[in-house]
């Protein structure tokens, strides 16, 4: 289904809605790639406020689709996943207008990273679990991400987060600096519209400016350095430990859905 896209107060409002808790998988990247090519041709003037559905923001990858790539053996496979997951996030990332997550619920692993993708996060005050826990599922972060992640929440925060694979509440995640604002439930989409609206139309070129100027770092450094690192993955992915990690998980995941 693709994602629906509504002017609210002149501002584009997508709303993610791929599957129930918005996992990520090929149909999901396909949706963002969808969602931005018509944001690109139909509103491309507007700032966009980026948001889920319910209670959940978004859940990260989609394990049972990704697990049995990393255990497929195949290198090539593992190589696809990771070069559309990472377009996904550049897509957003790089968008020149004014991004606003409006995390309505749980962020979790890539979920959170999407929210952290854009240049603002507001957060509803809800009982939610948000971090990045790649690591103790036996994923390891791709250099890319840490890239934007340290961008987003600074080194020590990136460091903590991505090492720690910790999920925490919305009062530690507010403090480790994960948002920039926590509202109502009923408040979320007007200060996520307030934020994207900051700056307004006619300053598009000048925020778009500034925002590839401060990019610029980041960018350099995915371009011209994480190549090399990342080409590490599909063995990393593959690793025995890493796989039997990614198994503990699965079984978790089975067991809860009994």
Known sequence: MAWNIEVVD???????NTNKVNVQNDQF??????????????FNELPVVL??????????????????????GSHDKVRDWYRKYRETNLRIFQYPRPTVAAVNGHAIAGG???????????????????GLNEVPIGIPMPAAYVEIIKYA???????????????????QADKLGFFHEVVEPEQLLAT??????????DCNTAYAMSK????????????????????????GMSDAGNRRAQDRRRQEIMHKRR
């Open 10 to 16: 002149g501002c584009a409002v997508v709303r993610m």
């Open 29 to 42: 990247f396909a949706d963002l790639h969808q969602a931005f090519d018509r944001l690109e041709r139909e």
């Open 51 to 72: 948001t889920g559905q319910g209670d959940t923001f978004s859940a990260g990858i989609d394990f049972q689709y990704s697990f049995e790539i990393f255990g497929s």
């Open 112 to 130: 959170l990273i999407t929210a952290l993708d854009c240049d603002f996060r507001v957060a509803a005050r809800k009982n939610a679990k948000f």
């Open 153 to 171: 929440l600074g080194d020590q925060v990136g460091a903590l987060t991505t090492l720690r694979g910790e999920l925490y509440g919305l009062e």
């Open 192 to 201: 996520a519209i307030r934020y994207a609206r900051s700056i307004t139309p």
């Open 212 to 235: 590839k100027a401060l990019h610029d770092s980041v960018m350099r450094q995915i371009e011209e350095r994480t190549v090399a690192l990342d080409a590490q993955l599909p063995a």
